[in-house]
């Protein structure tokens, strides 16, 4: 039996509401998302929850790999699962109007986002510096840019503080006091060391909450630091020397080539023009030379070669006459 104060599980057909690659499931109040309807549909990639009352995504939401835009704004979401970086393909991401403080490091995985909205979020002043205002287009997508880049460069030592900041936002108010409270009544003086350390953790963990607060913008950059700038001047340096290496054997290829044509041309017109001094001298200077030549000349193809070479010679002694006669005989 329910009980009277628990809200009711809105149940929706997720077939009705899927067209072609959308399921559009906005304003369905929806407690619960249907991880396992919607995955079922495999040709789907953008998905909309917007106007629900989602307060969280669950436990299965990173088995939805194929979506490429996904629409969350105007609900209460209070945190992201830490697998969320599962959903790779992701490009658009919109999670305006929510409750979210923070953001999972596994952010770093979406390389492909190019959309951030986080516009109404009541989000800690570090994170607020990474993703901006987000109130134009631009500005989303630049802090698309920033978080990827920002959760990419993260140390583990970071992530660790940001996992028991997660931990101690999501423990109810109270709880921690109430319990050391009730060890102090009970316990004298034994009592009251076993209570000091619940305080102590709590301590600790806001030490080092705040810590990564405060560290989230300058840790990065530092990771990255004098390593990253010898890493970069060390992959600038070989690219130049590959390119260079392109160039000279392009160049190398260019000249090869360009020699080999010019080569060629000459020896072409070397030999056209011997070719036209031996014909001009066999034909019109000494013709018995030619008259041996035709003898060497096999039967069925002898006619055929003194017609087209008297046409030829024809043609270059009119020629030659037209060359010679001055243009007022013409």
């Not at 998905?47 to 996904?70: W, Y």
């Not at 009592?191 to 000091?196: A, F, R, W």
């Amino acid at each position: 039996m329910p009980k009277p104060g628990d809200k009711a599980k809105v149940k929706v057909n997720v077939k009705e509401r899927v067209v072609d690659e959308t399921c559009d499931l906005s304003l369905s109040e929806l407690s619960e998302i249907p991880v396992r309807e919607i995955a079922s549909f495999k040709r789907v990639t953008v998905l909309d929850l917007s106007s629900n009352r989602l307060v969280n995504l669950g436990k299965n939401f990173s088995i939805l790999t194929r979506l490429v835009r996904l629409d969350l704004s105007k609900n209460q979401i209070k945190f992201l699962p830490e697998d969320f970086g599962q959903l790779e393909q992701l490009r658009h991401l919109d999670l305006y109007n929510n409750c979210l403080e923070h953001l999972p490091i596994s952010f770093g995985q979406l390389r492909r986002l190019r959309y951030l909205d986080l516009k109404g979020n009541p989000l800690t002043p570090a994170w607020e510096k990474i993703v901006g205002c987000c109130s134009t287009q631009k500005d989303c997508q630049q802090a698309a840019k920033n978080t990827v880049s920002i959760c990419a460069n993260y140390k583990p030592e970071f992530i660790e503080r940001e996992r028991l900041a997660a931990q101690e936002s999501q423990k109810m108010p109270g709880s921690g006091d109430s319990s050391a409270t009730a060890v102090q009544t009970n316990g004298g003086a034994a009592g009251g060391k076993k209570s000091t350390k619940p305080n102590n953790k709590k301590a600790k963990a806001k030490k080092l909450a705040g810590g990564g607060d405060n560290e989230l913008t300058i840790k990065p950059v530092n990771a990255v630091g004098s390593a990253g700038t010898a890493s970069a001047l060390g992959s600038k340096s070989t690219q130049k020397n590959n390119q260079k290496k392109k160039n000279s054997k392009g160049d190398s290829w260019l000249n090869l080539l360009s020699r080999a044509a010019l080569s060629s041309l000459v020896s072409f017109l070397v030999l056209f023009i011997i070719n036209l001094l031996i014909i001009y001298l066999i034909m019109f200077k000494n013709p018995d030379i030619a008259d041996k030549l035709v003898e060497y000349i096999p039967h069925q193809y002898r006619d055929w070669i003194l017609t087209k070479t008297e046409i030829f010679r024809l043609r270059v002694t009119d020629w030659i006459s037209e060359f010679r006669t001055p243009p007022e005989e013409h």
